[in-house]
């Protein structure tokens, strides 16, 4: 068993040795499992190649441990891929396209594209039903109802122990997230709308803000797309003993919105002792600080 742990680079193999050792997958010995699996990574993305058969394979445990490793290659191209996103981009991108981008390097399979068109679907729904004549807080009132009640958003209280609510995709199917993912949905459907919306990054929490040249309203996505005003964004600063700088009320970048994004899930694989995860989010803000 000594050769299967080697460190050097594995040897070739023939078609019949790759079966044999695909087939200890299903051994019953965890300890027998992780050898095998740390033999198959140690060829690369070739496994890969290897073990897509094996993925509809009529065990369900050799599914499952083909498809996780499948999976982990898939997740590294996924990380290298936001990384290089996160270096040379600017202060301003498609906040959509890095979201994406994030929720592939844990959720590598996930169809970004077809997120997208339900954004799409939901701005399409949404130009029918505006009247775009009427006051600012009709129209925003038209898509809190439309957002929050019908295709059910709604913030999760228990958001910082669970990474799920970080995850766009994940937000989306689930239907539940923190402040910064509801709201960065929001922001995508108001700009579909070409709606004067923007995000503001309050200290502990985060909303929008509809600005136009007569009106400001700032919406709490998470509780609802309940309206603030400037007057309520001050009180919730004083209560939480950050005081009155300017800056807080200030539109954010996508650059900071996606650091932010990325301090949450960082914070919350910390929390919960995961230290692969945190550590690759570390990767992730030390890249978007630069």
Request: charged residues 20%; contains cysteine.
């Amino acid at each position: 068993m000594r050769t299967l742990i080697s460190n050097g680079t594995p040897n070739p193999l023939k078609e019949s040795q790759r079966k044999a050792l695909i087939s200890l997958l299903v051994d019953d010995d965890p300890a027998i499992y992780q050898i095998i699996r740390h033999k198959l990574l140690s060829y690369g993305a070739q496994a890969c190649d290897w073990l897509r058969p094996y993925m509809l394979s009529s065990d369900p445990a050799m599914r499952r441990r083909a498809r996780e490793i499948v999976e982990h290659f898939a997740r590294e191209n996924s990380d290298q891929a936001f990384l290089a996103f996160c270096l040379n981009k600017g202060e301003e991108f498609d906040l959509e396209e890095a979201t994406g981008l994030l929720s592939l390097t844990q959720y590598p399979s996930a169809n970004i594209a077809a997120y997208r068109a339900l954004y799409d679907s939901w701005a399409a729904e949404l130009l029918t039903r505006i009247d775009r004549s009427t006051d600012a807080e009709t129209v925003l009132g038209t898509i809190n109802h439309y957002l929050f009640e019908e295709l059910g958003f709604a913030g999760d209280d228990h958001y910082s122990q669970n990474p799920e609510c970080c995850y766009l995709n994940q937000v989306v199917d689930r239907r539940s997230g923190n402040p910064i993912s509801l709201c960065a949905i929001y922001l995508f459907v108001a700009r579909r709308l070409r709606l004067p919306v923007v995000g503001i990054g309050l200290p502990g929490h985060f909303i929008c803000r509809y600005q136009s040249s007569i009106k400001e309203i700032y919406v709490d996505a998470f509780h609802g797309g309940k309206f603030w005003t400037k007057a309520d964004c001050i009180k919730h600063l004083l209560n939480s003993s950050h005081g009155l700088q300017e800056g807080y009320l200030a539109p954010v970048s996508s650059r900071r919105i996606l650091l932010r994004m990325c301090a949450n899930l960082h914070q919350t694989y910390a929390t919960l002792e995961m230290s692969e995860e945190a550590s690759r989010m570390q990767r992730y803000l030390v890249a978007l600080a630069k």
